[in-house]
Structures are given as C-alpha cells and as structure tokens.
C-alpha cells in the first residue's frame, strides 16, 4: 500500500497497486501548477486510488480541455489529475506521496518548454514534447 497526503493533513488517499509511466513534466501548466521546474509524476489505476480523507476539500481546475487538476482547497497541494479521454487512470503528482512508490522517473517531457533558468543534470531521457 502507498499512502499520500497534501501540506496541510486533511487530504489523504491511499494507492493499492503499481505505479506506471514514471517522468519529469516541463510543460508551462505542470510548472505553474506545482511552481516549480517541473512536475514529478507517475499514472495510477483510478480503481487503484482511494480517498481516506478530505475527498470532499480537492477541487478540480480544467487546465486542458478534458484534462482536471485537483488540488486541497485549503493549502494548494496537488492531489490528483483526471483525463476524461482517460477515466481508468488518474495522473499523480509523486511529491504528495508519504511511501516510497517503488518506481523512479525515467525520462523528462515537454523539455521544449523548460524553464530558463533550470538546467537538467542527469542522463535520463529527454522529449522536447510528450511522451509518444
Ligand atoms: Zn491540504
Ligand atoms: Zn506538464
């Protein structure tokens, strides 16, 4: 079992199963989303995924079409994201999460959009836009 929650303690989920598609996002919504270089993320199975509190307190902002970013209410901490396109999985911000996930990022994407003053120094793959 994974477990996660955001800043301030009220959201709390729980993941049982595997965690997939590991990468680093550095597109410029993943980046204002999470305010920083990039976004950390990873797919989880919706029927994987379980609120244990606070479901109530995330809200969904529409940054795409089809695509609903929900986040806690009261302290802003990304939760999970929605893809209509896409309801049997959820996309997952991995620094919300409290466990160690068992998977490791394994590529960075968007890198067409990367932030200026960000220099990535590892080996890992790099897409200047989505993963194919
Ligand atoms: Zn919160
Ligand atoms: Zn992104």
Redesign the pocket.
Known sequence: MIHGSCLCGQVKYRIDGQLSDARF???????K?HGSA??A?ATVKSADFAFVAGEQLVTFYESSPGNHRGFCSVCGSPIVSKFEAHPDYYGLPLGALDDDPGIRPTSH??VA?KASWFTITDDLKQLPE?PE
């Open positions: 996002c550095h597109c410029s919504m993943c980046r989303a990039f976004r993320r994407v968007h959009s989505g």
